[in-house]
Each structure stands twice: as structure tokens, then as C-alpha cells.
């Protein structure tokens, strides 16, 4: 408020700069006060595959075995970035800490935004102008990639060092040569999507006619390709359909993708009709691509190019060519806005990042028009911050679901020998399924330090928690109500799917919904629910008394359950459980 009235109210311009900077520090503080909040020290689905690289790391028996293990494939990609950052933590603490991990990797998010911020400094436009892009960089569009361990410490560096493999370049002279070296081989080793780099250096030296320096590029990049698919690898066999079986279902998949951070949070089934965030999906990477053929016009055109010039351009290639890969390695035979399984939240954070560049590079080009100028930031600040509200209020819940339920994940473990947050079937493990393998790294691991899984464990076991925990003269204070449904799975197959709702009538929070047969007592977390939008700007309080959970049948031990409530008692690691006063049959 203070930063829009100061330029009409002389009085007010004393406030203008910090105001601003005001503007600019909010979402990054509120983006990582929300992330301490929420993340947790548990490893989650392929966390555990890099836990098991570092322990046999620290088991290797001779240097050769200890690159192949810090080099080792997984898919196509060599996570040897990660594993070092967590060698690194375990020199230094002697774990390997996972709220820490994603910390660090969403810390490059600000490295991210300094170079888009550099580049309106290069080009002579008021810092002013970047005051939307940390509202479209911060936000929870992307929540997958900025709360899960090997995705924060994968993705977010990823684009980081292809950004600074591209500033190097830019910068067109010999340090900046080096500096992108290193962060071309950064990028390579941190996903296999990071090769793209070294295509783009090399266009990037061609367009700059530096062909020296090109020809020690492209020997660089022969000696990195002849390591990563020669050293210990073996191909993976693509059974699928190619994408240019269908190419204008995947020319728009590749469109979807680019303007990806219009995905909303919700659910998209497959059905027979277009969702309309998908359609502004599509139109907004039609636009990218238009925005992509105007800036190579200009890099052709241009009389004096800056570094910013070079660095927008790859910066783009980089994601665009990373949607391009995704696109070819899954492709569609239908039109993506049909909707389906379509693809992971974590993948937005390209979309993200491209918006942002893209919002930087209209700027540019229309710095030269005042008025449209000024138009273009106002509808970025319009379109970015509504895009944060609504990416907040959509997916808080998930974080908070993630959180829950990577906190049970030892009493899972622990009770019924599976996770709660990994496979499609009650019974399932990480590792698909290996009747050893989980159980005697968790063993492993534990017993070294390097995890500790167990430290919200604090329920008594299933077989006791009822009796250990009873508290039948309390009158339960709300409605449990138990549903099921039809609901298409991750694979677009109909299923069975159950939700559990409590509805709260005080402000005493559950923690669990806890099912008792005679053969299993079963547990899931009570997951408070986001009130209305009208009740949110009412009260200002973003959860509502209901919580609830939901699940497929598959995830869930058949039998006659009595249902219990359970809450947190008064004194530390105690706990109150109350009848609920409903069976149901699972």
C-alpha cells in the first residue's frame, strides 16, 4: 500500500524503497517460515535410495567401488551432486539430516532470482520491476519439489547451475568460461536433464562466434558424455510410443508443460472434456514459445548484445529443453487437457522458473514503451500474486498431509511392516517390495546415526494402543462420518476410495482416526481441513474444525474396524483416545 500510494503522494516517497524491498522480503519469509513448519528429518520414497548409496559409501572397500557408488545410476540420471552434499553433512554432523537437505536445496531458489534480478540491473530498468518475480519463484505451485528431500536438493540446484553455466558464458570472457564449466558438470551430475547445458554452452559460444573456446567445449562435452554412458551404466530400454507418433497431442503436452505454473493443486481425472487451468497451461507456453522466437530475433538483430541477452536465452533453452525431454520420454495419444495422470507437482518448478524469466524478458523488451511497460508489471504483480494466494490456500493442506504422514511413517514400519507413504497396496515397501532389503537398511542406517526414522514414534503399539490409552467417560464433541467412492487411481484406473471426516464441534484438535478389529488396530492421521474461502477471509484462520483423511481400499487392511479418536494428551508423548461411537466395514 505504502509503495503504490508513494507515487502519488510526495509525502509518502521517503517510504517508496524500503516499502519495496518490503514487497520483495515478504514471500521469501513467509515461504520458508511455512517450510520450517512443515518439513520434517524423515526420509520419503527415493530418500531412502540415496541413504543406502551413502551407507555403502562409508562401507566401500577400495576407491573404485566408492565412485561407482557415488556415480551410480538411478534411471537415467547420476545423483553425485546429492550424494556429496550429503557426504558433506554426515563429515560435519555425523547424519544425514532431511529437514536440512531440503532447506539447502530450496535456499538456491534466491540464487535463482539474484541472476533475474542482475539482469533488470544490466538492462537499465528500475529495481522496482522485480518486485513481482519473488511472488511467482515463492510460492507452493511446486509444493512436491520445495517439502521432498531429493527433489528440493535435485531440481531447485538444477536450474540454479544451468542458470550459472548460462551466466558464465554470458559474461564472454575466460573466467566466466571457467565458471561455466564447473557448473555444466554441477548441472550434469545433479540430473540427467543437466546434459542439456552443455548443448546450450555450445550454442551460445556459436552464436558469439568465440570458436576457440567452443572447440574446448565440445571436447569437454565428448569427454562428460563418454564418462556418464560408459562408466558403469546401462541403457534403459524405451518400450513406449515415440512422441512423434502423435505429434500435435504432444505439441501441445510440451506447451502444458512450459506454462505448467497455471497447474492448479486439484484434481484432474481423466475425462472428456478440457479443464480450463490446463487450457491456460497450453496457451501459456504458446506464448513462451512466441516470447522464445522474439527473443532469438533479437539476439540476432541486435547491434550491441549484453550478458543479460546471452543468459535469458539460455536460461530458457534450458527449461523449455527440459519440458521438450519430459514430453519425448512420456508421451500423449490424447490432448493433455483431458486431464489424467499427468505429471508430478515437483515438475512445476521448471514452470515456475520459466515464467519468471519470461516475465523478465517482456519487461525488457519493453522497456523502451513506457506505458506498456508499466502495464506488463502491473498485470505480473496482478497475475503472480493471486497465483501465490491461491497456490497457498490450495496447498498448505498437502504439506501439512505430507507432514502427517511421514510422521507415522515409523509406526507404520514399526506395527504393520509397510508405509503409509509409499506403494499402492497395504503391506507395500520402498525398493518394490524386496523381502530384505528395507528392513536391513533402516537397521543399517539407524544404527549408524544416519537417519533417525524412529523419532516420532511415541503412539504405544497397535496391540495396546486402545487399551493403553481408552477414555470411555468422554463424550466425543463432533460427527465421524465415513465415505466411499469411485475415484480414478495415479494410473487413471477406477478404485474404491474411502474418507474419514470428523467434524469438530471445539477447538480440541484430533491427531488420529484409529480403526480397532479384533486382528489389527489401524491408524491414520486426522488431518485438519481448510476452511471456506469466504469463512478464511472471515475469520482469518486458515484451517476449519473438520479434519479428515482419505485413502484407496487398497491401502487399507479389510475388516470390522470401531473407530476411534485420538488426541494428544496433557503431559508430553501421552495420549487420549475416545470412542467415536461408529463401526465400519473396510
Known amino acids: 500500500m505504502f509503495f503504490s500510494t508513494s507515487f502519488f503522494f510526495k509525502q509518502l516517497v521517503p517510504t517508496r524503497k524500503w516499502s519495496g524491498i518490503g514487497l520483495i522480503v515478504v514471500p521469501v519469509v513467509y515461504f520458508f517460515i511455512l517450510l520450517d513448519a512443515h518439513v520434517v528429518n524423515i526420509p520419503y520414497t527415493d530418500d531412502f535410495n540415496l541413504l543406502e548409496t551413502i551407507y555403502k559409501f562409508r562401507h566401500a572397500p577400495d576407491f573404485t567401488t566408492g565412485v561407482k557408488i557415488l556415480f551410480e545410476q538411478v534411471n537415467q540420471h547420476r545423483f553425485a551432486f546429492e550424494r556429496i552434499v550429503m557426504l558433506i553433512m554426515v563429515l560435519f554432523t555425523g547424519t544425514v539430516n532431511i529437514k536440512t537437505q531440503i532447506i539447502l536445496g530450496d535456499l538456491f531458489l534466491l540464487g535463482i532470482a539474484w541472476f533475474l534480478f542482475r539482469s533488470f540491473k544490466k538492462e537499465h530498468i528500475s529495481w522496482y520491476y522485480f518486485i513481482p518475480v519473488p511472488y511467482v519463484i515463492f510460492n507452493l505451485v511446486y509444493w512436491e519439489n520445495a517439502y521432498w528431500g531429493i527433489a528440493a536438493l535435485q531440481n531447485t540446484p538444477l536450474i540454479f547451475f544451468a542458470f550459472l553455466t548460462a551466466y558464465g558464458i554470458s ?6 568460461f571457467y565458471i561455466s564449466v564447473i557448473a555444466a558438470l554441477l548441472t550434469t551430475f545433479t540430473s540427467g536433464s543437466g546434459l542439456l547445458t552443455w548443448i546450450i554452452g555450445a550454442i551460445l559460444l556459436l552464436f558469439q562466434k568465440r570458436y576457440k573456446l567452443l572447440a574446448g567445449w565440445v571436447a569437454a562435452l565428448v569427454a562428460v558424455i563418454c564418462f556418464y554412458f560408459l562408466f558403469d551404466y546401462y541403457m534403459i530400454p524405451s518400450t513406449g510410443e515415440k512422441a512423434w507418433t502423435h505429434p500435435l497431442y504432444n505439441l501441445i ?45 533479437r539476439i540476432l538483430i541486435k547491434k550491441k548484445l549484453v550478458w543479460s541477452d546471452w543468459f535469458l536465452w539460455g536460461a530458457m ?26 505429471f508430478s ?29 508499466k502495464a506488463a508489471v502491473m498485470l505480473g504483480m496482478s497475475v503472480f500474486v493471486s497465483l501465490n494466494f491461491v497456490s497457498y490456500y490450495l496447498s498448505i493442506v498437502q504439506i501439512r498431509k505430507m507432514h502427517d504422514d511421514l510422521v507415522i511413517d515409523s509406526y507404520f514400519w514399526k506395527n504393520y511392516k509397510t508405509f503409509l507413504t509409499a506403494g499402492d497396496n497395504f503391506g ?57 467412492h469411485s475415484r480414478n487411481t495415479e494410473n487413471n484406473v477406477p478404485a474404491k476410495y474411502y474418507r474419514f471426516k470428523l467434524e469438530g464441534k471445539d477447538n480440541l484438535k484430533p491427531a488420529y482416526f484409529v480403526f480397532r478389529s479384533p ?68
Not at 559474461?171 to 566466466?176: A, E, F, I, P, V
Not at 506447451?255 to 496457451?283: E, K, M, Q
Request: glycine content about 6%; some cysteine.
Open 171 to 176: 559474461r564472454n570472457d575466460q573466467k566466466g
Open 253 to 297: 503436452f510440451v506447451f502444458g508443460f512450459w506454462g505448467n505454473a497455471l497447474f492448479l493443486d486439484l484434481r484432474h481425472p481423466l475425462t472428456p472434456s478440457f479443464y480450463p487451468d490446463l487450457i491456460w497451461c497450453v496457451l501459456l507456453g504458446a506464448a513462451i514459445m512466441a516470447l522464445f522466437l522474439a527473443w532469438v530475433t
Open 317 to 342: 533453452m534450458f527449461m523449455m529443453g527440459t519440458g521438450a525431454m519430459f514430453v519425448i520420454s512420456r508421451p500423449l495419444s490424447t490432448y493433455l487437457m483431458y486431464g489424467g495422470n499427468i
Open 345 to 373: 507437482r515437483r515438475y512445476m518448478i521448471f514452470g515456475i522458473a520459466l515464467l519468471a524469466v519470461f516475465y523478465v524478458c517482456v519487461v525488457i523488451l519493453l522497456k523502451d514503451y513506457k506505458y506498456l511497460r
Open 428 to 484: 507395500d515397501i520402498p525398493f518394490w517390495n524386496h523381502p530384505t532389503r528395507m528392513r536391513d537398511l533402516i537397521n543399517s542406517v539407524e544404527k549408524e546415526g544416519l537417519s533417525h526414522f524412529y523419532q516420532f514414534l511415541t503412539l504405544p503399539d497397535q496391540q495396546n494402543l486402545i487399551r493403553e490409552t481408552a477414555d470411555r467417560s468422554t463424550v466425543l464433541q463432533g460427527n465421524f462420518s465415513a465415505r466411499s
Open 519 to 586: 486382528k489389527i488396530t489401524f491408524v491414520l492421521p486426522a488431518v485438519p481441513q481448510p476452511a471456506t474461502v469466504a469463512d478464511f477471509l472471515k475469520t482469518q484462520s486458515y484451517y476449519s474444525n473438520t479434519a479428515a483423511y482419505g485413502l484407496f481400499k487398497s491401502k487399507v487392511p479389510a475388516g470390522n474396524y470401531d473407530v476411534w479418536i485420538l488426541y494428544p494428551g496433557s503431559a508430553a508423548a501421552s495420549w487420549k483416545a475416545i470412542p467415536a461411537g461408529k463401526r465400519v466395514v473396510l
